[in-house]
């Protein structure tokens, strides 16, 4: 028998993780959406443990379109990276340490269980052409960097 926190040794773990919060939205995978959740996180690892702290991982996947014009607008994931981003920025301001945020991910990838259905990136990749094609979100996170997170 596998301990709680043990989750290679079968699917607990990951199952979990993903169990549905009644009180939060869910991606279209069933993952939970918690803006909240992920502040909380950052704020007890923080004041636990008095290290600094780099997340390496931050975005949701989707199921994007790619519109008769051409345009991917994702502006679910515009408000995901936003609501997570400006908790971030309340557990930086309450004393966390965070050397880094990274989201996930620069470009849609291919996905071991879903290929290429489950879109994370800024950038559209088309999987046929391996054409490229920025996302509504990669102009809204260019803007996010150009003014230092100060517009969301």
């Known amino acids: 028998m596998s301990s ?3 989750a290679t040794s079968s ?3 990951i ?3 993903k169990a549905k919060n009644p009180y939060t ?3 279209d995978w069933g993952w939970n959406i918690d803006p909240y959740g992920f502040r909380h996180f950052i ?4 004041h636990r443990y008095q290290i600094p702290i780099i997340i390496t991982e931050n975005g949701m996947g989707a199921y994007d379109s790619v519109e008769e014009d051409g ?3 994702d502006d679910y994931r515009i408000q995901y990276l936003s609501d997570h981003i400006k908790q971030l920025k309340h557990s930086i301001e309450n004393g966390a340490k965070v050397l880094a945020y990274m989201t996930w991910s620069a470009t849609d990838l ?5 290929g290429l259905i489950k879109r ?3 950038v559209h990749v088309d999987e046929k052409t391996l054409e490229r094609r920025p996302k509504k979100s990669f102009y809204w996170y260019k803007r996010v960097i150009e003014t230092k997170g100060e517009v969301l």
């Open 4 to 6: 709680p926190v043990d």
């Open 110 to 114: 291919y996905s071991t269980r879903e």
């Open 120 to 122: 994370y990136g800024f």
């Open 11 to 13: 699917n607990e773990g």
């Open 25 to 27: 939205k869910q991606t």
């Open 15 to 17: 199952n979990m993780i």
């Open 43 to 46: 704020d007890d690892f923080s």
């Open 71 to 73: 345009n991917i607008n």
